[in-house]
């Protein structure tokens, strides 16, 4: 949907809404199916922080110009200003929760993500995690040890990205 809104074979106003809501659902009944899988529960927990943030304005990710910048696509500011985005929208001072939007600038990949987005990544890592030692016999203190481990890890990795 975002690309063919990109290309202007979509509208926004409802091509980014039908989307969201479509991967919400989607995203949600497969959590629900691994809900045995306690990282998940980070990746619920990024889930409803996104959605949180996208539903208070109005259907689209706020995006933090500095953001953008510092990650290397100050080029989209003159594209998401002019709301062609079915996706993201230019943070500006009518934005609703502003601190849950795509404020994390990671240059070497030229993204800009969310806490949310933080949230789901470590969720995903510790679903690996959590099979690698489950596949290895290891009992749950040592997962746990090595859950936490992992997520400090990318956090470090994250803000010296951040502030990079």
Do not use: C
């Not at 609703?96 to 969720?123: E, H, N, Y």
């Not at 995903?124 to 596949?135: P, Q, S």
């Amino acid at each position: 949907m975002a690309y063919g809104t990109y290309r202007g074979l979509f509208q926004p106003q409802w091509a980014g809404p039908l989307a969201k809501g479509l991967v919400l659902l989607l995203v949600g009944y497969g959590l629900y199916q691994n809900r045995h899988l306690k990282s998940l529960h980070l990746v619920l927990l990024g889930l409803l922080l996104n959605a949180l943030v996208i539903f208070a304005n109005g259907g689209h990710m706020p995006v933090s110009l500095a953001a953008l910048e510092r990650a290397g696509l100050g080029e989209l500011e003159d594209f998401l200003r002019e709301r062609r985005d079915a996706v993201h929208t230019l943070m500006d001072e009518t934005t609703r929760l502003p601190f849950l939007g795509d404020v994390i600038p990671l240059p070497p990949l030229q993204k800009a993500i969310s806490p949310g987005d933080i949230l789901i990544l470590l969720g995903i890592m510790g679903v690996v995690v959590e099979g690698a030692l489950r596949a290895g016999g290891f009992r749950l203190p040592l997962r746990l040890a090595a859950l936490r481990v992992l997520g400090y890890l990318l956090l470090v990795l994250l803000l010296l990205a951040w502030r990079g």
